[in-house]
């Protein structure tokens, strides 16, 4: 990267935190790693945009291990985060293979002046910071930058290449590790999503016997038979009705989120088969998106999807619908007419009701139709119970039960307008209707009574439940103990007790401001490509605030880069969501590639007289 797109020279800070992991119980500093580029990775392991970069990383991990250290700083967002064995435990679950700080208080965090969930940082191998980027989507400029900090410390004799502090953990055993959803087969076996061995497992009735293994259990997106197919961190499962069984080739629909795509599983031989995705993730502003149905044979398969997290029948619109956790939206999946389309959400990410198009989602992460047209859907990062009420074709409205925003969560039962969740990953209609919430974070299954409008708790202490699962006539709730590596029986028959773990709030650095606060979005554009204005603005930012009352003058969307804003007193949330497009630089290139960058920030503020008058935001192409 030309030196001209980097950040001033300051020298990173030190690496503080509660411990670190993947070291072998060793502390690091950023002494130990002098000599050594290093990507600072703040992460927060609900964040799907998190585990997005992680997967980014991972091949540019392997190819510079000489002479790159990656080092994630995880900063929680909800109170399960802060808890060690919750991130010793998520750090095995999505494979993280270089050392990591738990940074509880967000002492690191804010050193480095982070405002948003990713955010990296590189420092030279003289301990300077030569660019801070947030969001995903950075691989390709990483690595240019890469290249030429290599080159140009190899010439200053300041590189030092070989082995980094990373020390991989023991090999883990058992028949399941950290898996993630479950459906009944026909005949009665259980099929259960076994994320942390990348492939499905079939087991007996009872919840323990293996049956069989469907998938190689090496990370990976091969179709084929049962012991060659390879899947990559699979979530939602779903039975294709009897009705379409008869001309599909396959029995099972599978999320397998982290390779973007839907794959389909014959039960008589467990062959794998893509259906849906072209295995590249969807970007905001990307030109290889396809995200409406396309007509021709294997039009299904060229879509860009992002993280499907869930996948469910319904009836109603005749077609399968997916949580695609990775954008915010909900999507429709038809085999028969080969063709896969976004159907719900706008892609920004929060708690919107109204028109599906318009609604607002957060990492939508189960799935459970009613018998009335209507799909609950667990909205993991609001940490709410939403409901999608189909009226015909995907005409439909959303609508919130339980939840509050994306910074509100807890374990609060009573009145649903006062029911609190924490970051819950699946739903389940029980035989009364009601509605049972694997409450996650709170290690909880939840019930709401869409009759009475009432949240009580049915079963606690659960070791983060992901799915759930009515079985036996409806006597027992099969609960996916994901960090406990099993299957667990919860009786139904009773409503639930009402229970108060107390409200929470995420905690985030407050930034002091005055009421006059000028905001900027400092965009760089990726090496080789500038501004693209040839049409005219090329950029916009968006600004609201939590309580509205917060944001007396500047709300509203402009192409400003730059706007003065007028605070109320108080404290509240900034929220700012910024794009830019950006496009190749070179003037001989008749028709340039152009690229979307796109940033969403909430900051925690409280007005004073005292308070900053400048707040500066990076959004790199």
């Given at each position: 990267?030309?030196?001209?797109?980097?950040?001033?020279?300051?020298?990173?800070?030190?690496?503080?935190?509660?411990?670190?992991?993947?070291?072998?119980?060793?502390?690091?500093?950023?002494?130990?790693?002098?000599?050594?580029?290093?990507?600072?990775?703040?992460?927060?392991?609900?964040?799907?945009?998190?585990?997005?970069?992680?997967?980014?990383?991972?091949?540019?991990?392997?190819?510079?291990?000489?002479?790159?250290?990656?080092?994630?700083?995880?900063?929680?967002?909800?109170?399960?985060?802060?808890d060690p064995d919750a991130l010793v435990a998520a750090v095995a679950r999505y494979g993280v293979a270089h050392p990591v700080l738990d940074d509880p208080e967000l002492v690191t965090w804010s050193a480095y002046t982070a405002r948003a969930w990713p955010t990296l940082v590189v420092i030279d191998p003289e301990g300077y910071i030569v660019a801070q980027m947030a969001g995903e989507g950075h691989a390709p400029s990483l690595e240019i930058l890469l290249g030429d900090l290599i080159a140009e410390h190899d010439a200053k004799g300041t590189l030092h290449r070989g082995d980094g502090p990373y020390v991989a953990p023991a090999a883990p055993s058992g028949t399941l590790r950290f898996p993630a959803k479950v459906i009944e087969l026909p005949g009665g076996n259980l099929l259960v999503a076994d994320a942390g061995h990348h492939s499905l497992v079939e087991l007996e009735p009872d919840g323990e016997t293996l049956v069989r293994r469907i998938g190689s259990g090496e990370?990976?997106?091969?179709?084929?038979?049962?012991?060659?197919?390879?899947?990559?961190?699979p979530n939602g499962l779903c039975l294709v009705p009897d009705e379409l069984r008869a001309w599909q080739d396959f029995d099972v629909l599978v999320a397998d989120t982290v390779n973007h795509l839907l794959r389909g599983v014959r039960l008589s031989d467990g062959h794998v088969t893509t259906v849906a995705g072209s295995g590249r993730p969807y970007r905001v502003g990307a030109p290889d998106n396809a995200d409406e149905p396309h007509d021709g044979v294997g039009a299904a398969r060229l879509p860009n999807l992002s993280s499907p997290w869930d996948v469910a029948w319904v009836p109603r619109i005749g077609?399968?619908?997916?949580?695609?956790?990775?954008?915010h939206t909900l999507w429709e999946f038809d085999d028969q007419q080969d063709h896969i389309a976004h159907v719900g959400g706008t892609m920004n990410e929060g708690l919107v009701n109204g028109e599906i198009r318009q609604a607002w989602f957060a990492q939508p992460s189960g799935l459970a139709p009613d018998d009335d047209g209507r799909v609950w859907v667990a909205d993991a990062e609001t940490s709410a119970l939403r409901l999608v009420h189909f009226s015909g074709g995907f005409d439909a409205d959303v609508s919130t039960a339980v939840g509050q925003g994306l910074f509100e969560f807890g374990h609060v039962d009573g009145p649903a307008a006062d029911a609190l969740l924490q970051h819950p990953l699946d739903v389940c209609v029980l035989p009364d209707s009601s509605v049972a919430i694997a409450d996650t974070y709170n290690g909880a299954v939840r019930r709401y009574d869409p009759a009475t409008e009432q949240v009580t708790t049915l079963a606690r202490d659960l070791a983060e439940p992901s799915g759930l699962l009515v079985v036996d006539g409806g006597a027992h709730l099969l609960v996916v103990e994901s960090t406990a590596h099993r299957l667990t029986r919860v009786p139904l028959g009773d409503a639930g007790r009402a229970h108060d773990g107390g409200a929470h709030h995420t905690k985030r650095p407050v930034t002091e401001v005055g009421p006059r606060l000028e905001l900027s979005v400092r965009f760089t554009p990726a090496p080789g490509q500038k501004l693209d204005e040839r049409f005219g603005p090329s950029t916009q930012v968006s600004v609201s605030a939590t309580p509205t009352s917060l944001l007396r003058e500047g709300v509203g969307i402009s192409t400003d880069l730059t706007r003065m804003l007028t605070l109320g007193p108080g404290e509240g949330v900034l929220h700012v969501s910024a794009r830019a497009a950006s496009c190749d630089a070179d003037p001989a290139v008749e028709f340039p590639?152009?690229?979307?960058?796109?940033?969403?920030?909430?900051?925690?503020?409280?007005?004073?007289?005292?308070?900053?008058?400048?707040?500066?935001?990076?959004?790199?192409?």
């Open positions: 990267m030309p030196v001209s797109n980097r950040i001033p020279r300051v020298r990173a800070s030190e690496l503080v935190g509660r411990g670190w992991l993947n070291t072998g119980g060793r502390e690091v500093s950023l002494a130990d790693l002098r000599g050594k580029i290093v990507i600072l990775d703040f992460w927060t392991f609900c964040c799907i945009n998190c585990l997005h970069v992680l997967d980014e990383l991972r091949e540019l991990e392997e190819r510079h291990r000489d002479t790159v250290v990656i080092v994630g700083v995880h900063s929680p967002k909800f109170v399960h985060e802060a990370r990976g997106a091969a179709d084929g038979a049962a012991h060659l197919a390879q899947f990559n961190e077609g399968f619908l997916v949580a695609m956790a990775g954008t590639a152009c690229h979307l960058a796109q940033q969403d920030w909430g900051i925690p503020v409280r007005t004073g007289v005292d308070g900053v008058a400048e707040l500066s935001l990076p959004l790199f192409g």
